[in-house]
């Protein structure tokens, strides 16, 4: 079983790839929609990371980051994807895949967590809905 503050820090990671994975693309969007998509989806990750860091402060632990490797390797993957097809079409299916991932990991991280506290529940929930709302809104760029 996982606990409650396992759970917190895969919600800032999850969140921190979020705003980490939209710095990367931004760079190559070139529709004004999906720059503004991209960029709301981007406030949104931050506030999750934001709220995980500082439930994790409350209960004297600190947040813990993605490791430095995982970082450079998913910033060189997304840059090499994002340099060959700049297309909104692309960047849209690249973020997809992230939020599918994201989804995914959070999915079975919640189910492995023995969760008491409604708070971080409810965190994990909005994480979830954030993924997934996210893969709804990107679908109109493809």
């Given at each position: 079983?996982?606990?409650?503050?396992?759970?917190?820090?895969?919600?800032y990671?999850?969140?921190?790839?979020?705003?980490?994975?939209?710095?990367t693309?931004?760079r190559?969007?070139?529709?004004?929609?999906?720059?503004?998509?991209?960029?709301?989806?981007?406030t949104?990750?931050?506030?999750?990371?934001?709220?995980?860091?500082s439930?994790?402060?409350?209960?004297?632990?600190?947040?813990?980051?993605?490791?430095?490797?995982?970082?450079?390797s998913?910033?060189?993957?997304?840059?090499?994807?994002?340099?060959t097809?700049r297309?909104?079409?692309?960047?849209?299916?690249?973020?997809?895949?992230?939020?599918?991932?994201?989804v995914?990991?959070?999915l079975?991280?919640?189910r492995?967590?023995?969760?008491?506290?409604?708070?971080?529940?409810?965190?994990?929930?909005?994480?979830?809905?954030?993924?997934?709302?996210?893969?709804?809104?990107?679908?109109?760029?493809?």
């Amino acid at each position: 079983m996982l606990t409650e503050t396992q759970l917190l820090n895969h919600i800032y990671q999850t969140a921190q790839m979020g705003v980490e994975g939209i710095d990367t693309v931004l760079r190559y969007a070139k529709n004004p929609h999906l720059v503004d998509a991209l960029s709301a989806q981007r406030t949104e990750y931050e506030k999750l990371q934001s709220s995980a860091d500082s439930m994790l402060h409350a209960r004297g632990e600190p947040s813990k980051g993605i490791s430095p490797v995982a970082r450079l390797s998913s910033e060189a993957m997304s840059t090499m994807k994002a340099m060959t097809d700049r297309s909104s079409t692309n960047i849209a299916e690249m973020m997809i895949q992230g939020s599918t991932m994201g989804v995914t990991k959070s999915l079975r991280t919640i189910r492995d967590c023995d969760l008491h506290d409604g708070e971080v529940r409810a965190l994990a929930d909005k994480l979830l809905h954030t993924e997934q709302s996210n893969i709804e809104e990107m679908k109109q760029f493809l």
